[in-house]
């Protein structure tokens, strides 16, 4: 196949996601004629960007598509392009297997449900919007898809009109959302103002050597409008409501992919159009954030007593791996965050997958309502435990190398530049798996195992449709968590060298040389290409496992009660049961980890009554997460 023919793939994978939506909208009720078309609205896509693989991903190849045939005049892009490289395409590909998997979910799933051919509609428009962002090379193109993508899950988060809280939670992701949309216009708004062009390659070769303080602000406000997008702290509230009133299906692409595109303009912006990363205030910038996710998230999961929202909370946590790893700022590192990212696609997909069967089965998702499903939804129950495993780094499971591969990274930073800081984030790490762990045992006790509730006698796994998707997540999840040598050579270092070598992208939508010339003061972030990662060193894993223990004992430590505690049964420490009858229960105090509650009771209680759901306060908290943005960049940058 010649590069004739492949260069007009990626537009065409973009379009079919917006042709199929209009197509299915004149579908109308014609419901057999209109999953026809939805299903080849996900397919071709995730079809097309396959076989980019070869000469993306193996070959080094970067495909330009100017659109109009609008290509640079004397030096200057002035034509919107679709630019794909092997960054590009690792997160395309991410969107196009979680789209097609969640889409084919929901052709049953939403049988519940009216207004379907709306569902599709936006299910289409989000996904188009999507694979626009990280396939296009144009600023403010990615903005546009940026703003297609917002409403349409603004409209998904909504759909359940029966649900209480589905307007609600749309109006805070509307309100809150349009911060950080604000915030990227502005600066791409700045950016244009210096540069004259909206190219991210001519971009890239102009802007570095210009630094400027409006350009510093510009920076700052990139950084906080992507980082919006990802949930990152503190922006993750609405991550919650979001997913606890949109249908599961969708809960996968806000999880899996929406955030991905926070992930991706972050990586764009940092190491690529500003190349701040080489600046330790920056690395720093996104560790502290990723550290403060990672944990405050986890341990607002632990505390949830609903499937999804504890769901929510762990989608941001493991976005704060991927954010930390990222502020590394080295191979190893850079490595393991674009492997979490595959990973948290598949594993956190499954899981709300799971989520999604068992409220179709039972109607509800609530953990002291549920109980004893093993017994009825055993089929169910196994993709949940492979979802549980993977999320919880335990191997052979996809979640335990890319997470091994970032302890291995901070550790390394940590002795390579001396710095405490660094082996404190291994231990941040580290922590959070454990808690991770530890509320999937809580997620399994509740929902999965113990008595059966009598009102459950009639639930039972959902139609063949619906678990065939969740079946071909479980099977990537093992393969990505079996084969890691195969991810690492035909994946993530082709995605790791695209994101520290800069020049190929610049010269093939620029014209040759082009670098050459304008990057006056180029200092690669890396140099030579990325052949092989290490991550199976005897001794690192002898000090992994120290860590390990050490975590283990600190939140055995946390969870002793140093005071006699009397279990009654009242509305503040009600008897925790995962289906029983309460009197059979021997698990008092609120839940499984009510000790460790009860001595965090502080920390927990203050994150309770600041989480408090009013709009207005998260409107204080994002625009709070700005001014800090800004004033570190001016101080450090």
């Known amino acids: ?34 999953n026809v078309v939805a299903g080849l609205a996900v397919l071709i896509p995730l079809t097309l960007l396959a ?18 045939n609008w290509e640079p005049v004397e030096g200057y892009a002035i034509g919107i392009a679709i630019e794909v490289d092997a960054l590009s395409l690792f997160f395309g590909l991410l969107v196009a297997i979680a789209v097609a998997l969640s889409g084919f979910y929901s052709f049953q799933y939403i049988r519940q449900d009216d207004a379907r051919g709306s569902y599709f509609t936006l299910y289409l428009m989000l996904s188009g919007g999507v694979m626009g962002i990280v396939l296009s090379g144009d ?77 510093v602000l510009a920076f700052a406000l990139l950084f906080a409008g992507f ?71 986890v341990t607002m999961a632990l505390n949830q007593h609903d499937f999804k929202r504890l769901l929510a909370f762990h989608s941001i ?85 890319s997470k091994w591969m970032i302890y291995q990274a901070t550790f390394e930073k940590s002795a390579e530049t001396g710095n405490i800081f660094y082996a404190l984030v291994t231990v941040v790490c580290v922590v959070t798996s454990v808690m991770t762990l530890a509320s999937f045992v809580k997620v399994g006790h509740s929902v999965f195992f113990g008595q059966l509730r009598p009102e459950l006698e009639g639930a039972k796994d959902p139609p063949l449709g619906m678990r065939v998707p969740m079946w071909i997540m479980a099977a990537l999840c093992a393969f990505s968590g079996l084969f890691p040598n195969i991810m690492l050579d035909y994946v993530i270092v082709p995605a790791v060298n695209a994101v520290y070598n800069v020049i190929p992208y610049i010269d093939t939508a620029m014209g040759a040389d082009y670098a050459a010339t304008h990057l006056t003061s180029y200092m690669p972030l890396m140099n030579g290409q990325l052949s092989v990662i290490g991550a199976w060193s005897p001794l690192s894993w002898l000090l992994l ?18 005071r006699s505690v009397t279990c009654v049964e009242d509305s503040k420490h009600a008897v925790f049961f995962g289906g029983e009858q309460a009197e059979y229960s021997h698990a008092a105090g609120g ?13 927990l209680g203050y994150m309770s009554r600041v989480h408090t759901g009013v709009t207005n306060d998260y409107m204080v908290w994002a625009l709070t997460a700005l001014a800090v943005i800004i004033a570190y960049c001016f101080a450090f940058i």
């Open 227 to 297: 980082g919006c997008k990802s949930f990152m702290f503190p922006f993750h509230p609405l991550a919650a409501d979001a997913h606890g009133a949109a249908p599961s299906s969708v809960s996968v692409l806000i999880s899996g992919v929406f955030t991905k595109t926070g992930v991706y303009g972050i990586i764009r912006v940092c190491y690529f159009l500003f190349r701040t990363m080489g600046n330790e205030a920056v690395q720093v910038l996104l560790i502290v954030i990723g550290c403060i996710s990672m944990f405050v998230c």
């Open 1 to 34: 196949m010649t590069y004739d023919v492949y260069m007009h793939f990626p537009v065409i994978a973009i379009m079919t996601f917006f042709v199929g939506a209009f197509i299915v909208t004149l579908c109308g009720s014609k419901e057999k004629i209109r």
């Open 545 to 562: 496992f120290a860590i390990a223990l050490a975590a283990v004992l600190l939140v055995s430590l946390l969870g002793r009660s140093n």
């Open 591 to 603: 839940d499984l980890f009510w000790g460790f509650k009860h001595n965090l009771r502080h920390y």
């Open 51 to 68: 076989l980019l693989i070869k000469p993306v991903m193996v070959d080094g190849e970067i495909i330009v598509y100017w659109m109009g």
């Open 139 to 215: 600023l403010f193109n990615i903005y546009v898809m940026l703003e297609v993508m917002t409403f349409a899950a603004v409209g998904l988060t909504a759909f359940r009109t029966w649900n209480p809280n589905a307007r609600e939670a749309a109006f805070k992701y509307l309100t809150v959302g349009s911060v950080g949309s604000t915030c990227a216009l502005l600066g791409i708004a700045l950016v244009y103002a210096q540069c004259h062009t909206l190219n991210l390659a001519q971009i890239s070769a102009i802007l570095p050597d210009n630094m400027t303080p409006t350009m």
């Open 317 to 401: 946590s493991q976005i704060g791996y991927i954010l930390t790893s990222l502020g590394l700022c080295t191979a190893l590192g850079v490595a393991g965050g674009l492997y979490h990212a595959i990973n948290h696609t598949l594993f956190k997909g499954l899981l709300f997958l799971t989520a999604g069967s068992v409220l179709y089965a039972t109607g509800t998702t609530y953990l002291e309502k549920l109980g004893g499903l093993a017994r009825k939804m055993p089929k169910t129950t196994i993709l949940f435990l492979v979802g549980a495993f993977s999320i919880s780094g335990i191997p052979p499971f996809n979640g335990f190398y």
